[in-house]
């Protein structure tokens, strides 16, 4: 089978990746891809939002899958124009993929579908901002019901800035503060059945210790040795399959991957935010660790037949995965810098560890930064602590001028 996979970060390296590992995937297919999915995949410069541009180069090219990685594609759309074309397209439809695109609409789902998660407000004015705000108390969320890349969400004691940021969003959902543990579980379904995959945890700060702004996710690991072995049954119980279900009811079934973004509080597990895809970079640890070959599943919740999918199989290896990011990132990150040491990973650390790329591109002989987070290093090991020993050496080859990263992924995890 011939595959294309649309986007050019990280997960879609990973994603690329897995399918390249896979017997039945033939030829690989990106677009726009990066500097590494071009070692594993055929690029194509076709614009990732344009539905039309995609299924006309699926069409080309004699897809049999289209595996739809970002969110904003999908919220365009892309997948129904792929479906219109008589392609199987990994990824929901426009309609579904609003369990997403807007904060308010995931919480009328589910509220509707008794899904457990934070109380909340969705103000348009002032007073109801005032309102909210006052109704909750310290700490603040506050959150731009649209896409935002993980940046939209202000957390704070400061009542001004929570102030200041509902007021700059327009549509906001302010809501009650969520304490606990968070986890991302990620689950395939076709609209019906629902295959959870493994569970992993990601850290959204830039800094340390989990101090700074709020990015799109600085490194994660799985599997979680302090989680409840029963958390994926019970959020398979109370969230995805009565999610799932509520969409189908609707009439606008959820095909693809429902990521679930979750906080164990002290009252229980609590969804914190829904994605429809997978999340990133969850990804990069949790398909480092799956054993079944990923091109048949996706094709599965594709075509509606994932009851017939036999049961995941899994490494029994740890992954980790560490982000290197440009200068002033998640500010206006500086890029076009030459990022050197990628042969040394690849000389002396294959294949328990490896650079997923995410913002980069070639220019000849180089590879340059090309955005805010740049590598996803990625390693796998017995247990946490090998994965993570591998995944920094592997980080420490890495020259990138001004570049940073955590140095705290999976630590706590790994130390029990
Ligand atoms: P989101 O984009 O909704 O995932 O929010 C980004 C991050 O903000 C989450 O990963 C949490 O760390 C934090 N966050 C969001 N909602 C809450 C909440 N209700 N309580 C506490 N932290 C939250
Ligand atoms: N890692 C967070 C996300 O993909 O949204």
């Known amino acids: 089978m011939k ?11 990973a994603l690329c990746r897995s399918l390249s590992l896979d017997p039945g995937v033939t030829a690989l297919h990106c ?6 999915i071009g070692e594993v995949a055929e690029l194509h410069p076709v614009d990732a939002l344009d539905g039309a541009a995609v299924a006309r180069l699926a069409t080309q090219l004699g897809a049999g899958l289209v595996v739809v990685g970002p969110e904003a594609p999908l919220v ?5 124009a792929v479906r219109a074309a008589g392609i199987p397209c990994f990824g929901p439809s426009k309609e579904a ?24 407000y969705v103000c348009t004015t002032p007073e109801e901002i005032d309102g909210a705000l006052a109704a909750f108390g310290a700490p603040y969320v ?3 019901d649209g896409l935002a890349a993980g940046k939209g969400v202000v957390v704070t004691e400061d009542l001004t800035a929570a102030r200041e940021h509902a007021l700059a969003c327009g549509r906001v959902v302010i809501e009650e503060f ?16 629902v295959v959870p995959l493994q569970p992993a945890q990601d850290f959204k700060r830039a800094l340390d210790g989990d101090a700074g702004p709020n990015t799109g996710g600085m490194g994660a690991y799985s599997p979680l040795p302090w ?5 994926v049954d019970d959020v398979m119980d109370t969230v995805l399959q009565p999610t799932v279900d509520e969409l189908r009811r609707r009439g606008t079934p959820f095909s693809g991957l429902l990521y679930a973004g979750l906080a164990i509080t002290s009252r229980g597990v609590r969804v914190i935010e829904f994605n429809a895809r997978f999340g990133d970079p969850e990804t990069q640890v949790v398909l480092a660790r799956l054993r079944t070959p990923l091109a048949g599943l996706l094709l599965g919740a594709a075509n509606g037949t994932l009851d017939q999918q036999p049961p995941l199989q899994w490494h029994d290896d740890a992954a980790v995965t560490v982000v290197v990011a440009s200068y002033n990132y998640p500010d206006t990150p500086r890029t076009g810098d030459p990022i050197e040491g990628l042969d040394e990973v690849a000389a002396e650390d294959a294949p328990h560890a490896y650079v997923l790329h ?5 220019d000849g002989d180089t590879v340059l930064s090309a955005g805010g987070r740049v590598l996803s290093v990625t390693a796998t090991g017995k247990d946490l602590g090998k994965a993570r020993e591998r995944a920094y050496r592997a980080v420490a080859r890495i020259r990138l001028d001004g570049s940073q990263h955590r140095t705290d992924i999976a630590r706590k995890a790994a130390e029990g």
């Open 178 to 193: 969520l304490d606990g543990p968070e986890v991302s579980l990620f689950a395939v379904t076709d609209g019906e059945t």
């Open 142 to 144: 506050v959150k731009d």
């Open 76 to 80: 365009a759309g892309v997948a129904d």
């Open 227 to 231: 989680a409840d072995p029963k958390l």
């Open 358 to 362: 995410a913002g980069t591109k070639r």
């Open 31 to 36: 677009a726009p891809g990066n500097a590494g």
């Open 3 to 13: 595959v294309l996979v649309i986007g050019g970060g990280a997960r879609e390296h």
């Open 97 to 120: 993929a609003r369990l997403e695109g807007s904060k308010a609409f995931a919480k009328d789902v589910m509220a509707e579908a008794g899904v457990p998660t934070a109380r909340s």
